[in-house]
């Protein structure tokens, strides 16, 4: 049976493009089995112009009615090669909006869905830390009963010689990161002792905002006031509200056992379970930016006016943050 002019024209083209369509299968199956890192220059370099090449070689062989399966040979290799070629690009932009959209959309609503539980740890742990000031301010021993004087006294002679010495880069990032196991673990309990109905995150509310309320006010009282009030300034509003948001997931988390409403315990915990995770995420950031600036920052030779205004600029950030952002436009 002789063959037609269409089938000569195909065989014709698949044999004269044959060589290139191997030599791109080969490279697509190596990044497959080792990734684009493990490939040679050369042949990485080579990749770009075959996919292009091959999107070409489909669009003929479509427009020609060639044979189905030399269409359904060139699109299989046309699609894997763009995923060899952007399929990482892509997973990388959808990792990064789903990081932006976690940082300035979920977290902040979960925060606000919560707002009854923040705002009683916030009461929890800001109403002993004043009494613990104003006590210790008036009667200094009164620090004693809530903070070992092991601890009160090299922190008021550190904070009595203020900040005219740097420390070295390495002494900045061994503090950064003792501040940050410091204060996830403080964090951490004031979350996950929750569970036993909130008790446990109110416990360590108020023992917290009391414990730094005390150090704060025996500073002060031996005059070292201003030193520690500028050491805090810059990373209290992330440290101070990280704790207060991880209480008030752990308060939610606890309500959610106590008070189920018409649900089990069970599916009450799993349906809070989603915000109070992202809330203690969230939180977790927060204390890593302070660590940041606690490690950095409060402690450097920066003039105390500096620290101080730019403490300020950072609480109202937060404050408008975790107010506004992530609302939708009224209008939409």
Sequence with gaps: MALTVSALTEAAFAERRRLDWTELDTLVKKVATG???????????????????????????????????????????????????????????????????????????AVRAHKGAVLIAAALFFLPFVGGVVASLLHPDFAYRIVPEATLGPLTEAYARGFDEARGGGVDAQMAGFYVNNNVGIALRCFALGVFGGVGSAFYLVENGLSIGAILGYVAAHGAGDNIVTFVVGHGSFE????????????????????????????????????????????????????????????????AAVKRGVGLVLFLLVMLYLTLAGRRPRWT
């Excluded at 939180?283 to 302070?290: P, W």
Aim: with cysteine; charged share 15%.
């Design 35 to 109: 990734g684009l890192a493990k490939l040679p220059p050369a042949e990485l370099a080579r990749i770009a112009p075959l996919y292009r090449d091959v999107c070409a070689d489909l669009a003929r062989a479509e427009a020609s009615r060639y044979s189905a399966p030399l269409v359904s040979f060139l699109h299989s290799l046309t699609a894997a090669s763009h995923t060899t070629l952007y399929g990482a690009h892509a997973k990388r932009r959808a990792f990064v909006r789903a990081t932006a959209r976690a940082a300035f959309e979920a977290f902040p609503r």
């Design 240 to 303: 101070l509200g990280a704790i207060v948001l991880a209480g008030g997931a752990g308060l939610s988390m606890g309500w959610a056992i106590v008070a189920p409403g018409d649900k089990t315990r069970t599916a009450s915990l799993q349906a809070a379970a989603r915000d109070v995770a992202t809330i203690v995420f969230g939180a977790a950031v927060m204390l890593l930016i302070a660590a940041s600036i606690e490690g950095f920052w409060s402690g450097s030779i920066v003039p």
